[in-house]
């Protein structure tokens, strides 16, 4: 399991369970893009743009935890 994270959010990731229908670096490549080391840029979007895109995963290979809760 990957993780990626801000002060305000947390993305997981989970090599074994994607699929590689692609959905998230086609749809968010400020976040999610492959040819980046690390491949997920947590810093690239809004944190409710990530969450939507994450939600997103057809595998449930994303995850996500808010970090923030007193927004
Ligand atoms: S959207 Fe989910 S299943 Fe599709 S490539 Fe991204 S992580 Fe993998």
Redesign the pocket.
């Known amino acids: 399991m990957q993780e990626y994270k801000s002060d305000k959010l947390v993305v997981r ?1 989970d090599p074994k369970i ?8 086609r749809e968010l490549p400020a976040v ?1 893009d492959i040819a980046k080391e690390p491949w997920i840029t947590i810093r690239g979007a809004p944190t409710e743009e990530i969450v939507n895109q994450v939600k ?4 449930g ?2 995850s996500y935890e808010i970090l923030d809760k007193d927004r």
């Open positions: 990731y994607c699929i590689h229908a692609g959905n998230c670096v999610f997103r995963c057809p595998s290979a994303l």
